[in-house]
């Protein structure tokens, strides 16, 4: 005797549910039509922070009885300028070599005194230690001009006008509190885990240091370096206030001091060809390292 089996049945599949209004499914770009504000502005930012440098490149290029000419393009194209900025009376190239001494050797001190301070700011608990770094930071926000005088005074008295440690002291007084505040925060996104286990595998307090910490914070390292070294280079009124010679003065002094033909004459066209040849290395120095100066600036704002 057979018995017939009952039929199977299958439970019709769920239909897909709708996404709710005001929502996109994953994966799906932003219609163009809302992407063109963010484009334009970005745009006008863009064209906003390049055209004095450009507009500086143009005037750099014409003549000197062209210079106040408002084309876009310098018609005809000289390079008269140029010339004249490496004319041996203007001591331009002198003076690009003070500034490279004076922004290396503050950046190279600026960053071993911020590297262990901003360390010690990170791993060592000792009271008001937020008061500390708040006191660090703060120092930076004087303006320059209310120190000036008092240091200007005082390096008279010990015979430092005119030499390079009058200009590079003053200028870390401004670089050094932005590269600790900079490296603190490197640090401490750093976790302290990895010193114990290093210490657990037989090394140092100093050891662990120099073998895991500055590596882990290279990034941090060479941002805070790349940008106490442009801080450096465009310092003006500490070099023209602490030099008096010709022969240091670094080379925003210099092209500030340029002479035009006569003693009326002032020399937009040389001026704008320093210009020109004092930011080029800048433009360069940040463009081939800009990823590395985006990840240093923006370590430790995600955890």
């Known amino acids: 005797m057979t018995t017939s089996e009952a039929p199977t049945t299958t439970a019709p599949a769920p239909a897909p549910a709708e996404p709710q209004q005001g929502t996109r499914p994953v994966g799906t770009r932003k219609p163009r039509r809302r992407r063109w504000p963010i484009t334009l502005g970005v745009t006008g930012v863009v064209v906003f922070c390049l055209a004095p440098f450009y507009w500086m490149v143009v005037s750099s290029l014409r003549r000197t009885a062209d210079i106040f000419d408002k084309s876009l393009l310098p018609s ?11 004319d041996p009376s203007q001591g331009f190239v002198r003076s690009l070599l003070n500034s490279l001494i004076v ?3 503050t950046t190279v001190l600026a960053l071993l005194i911020a590297t262990f301070t901003a360390y010690a700011m990170a791993r060592l608990d ?91 914070a290279a990034p941090g390292v060479f941002t805070t370096a790349i940008i106490t070294f442009i801080a450096a280079w465009n310092e003006f009124l500490i070099a023209l206030s602490m030099t008096n010679k010709p022969s240091m003065a670094t080379a925003p002094v210099a092209i500030s001091k340029f002479t035009g ?28 390292f800009q990823r590395r100066i985006v990840d240093g600036l923006t370590a430790g704002a995600v955890k």
Do not use: H
């Open 76 to 86: 005809p194209l000289s390079f008269e300028n140029y010339e004249a900025v490496f």
């Open 261 to 288: 033909a006569s003693e009326f004459q002032v020399p937009f066209g040389s001026q704008m060809a320093a210009g020109v040849l004092v930011t080029i290395p800048l433009v360069i120095l940040v463009v081939v």
């Open 126 to 216: 000792f009271p008001a230690k937020r008061l500390v770094l708040t006191a660090i930071i703060a120092t930076s926000m004087f303006p320059v001009v209310s120190i000036v005088i008092p240091l200007l005074k005082m390096f008279t008295a010990i015979d430092w006008i005119n030499t390079y440690q009058a200009i590079i002291a003053p200028s870390m007084s401004f670089t050094l509190p932005l590269a600790v505040w900079i490296l603190t925060a490197f640090f401490r996104q750093i976790p302290i885990e990895l010193e114990y286990a290093a210490m657990v595998d037989g090394c140092t307090r100093g050891q662990a240091f120099r073998r895991i910490m500055l590596p882990l």
């Open 103 to 105: 922004s290396g050797t």
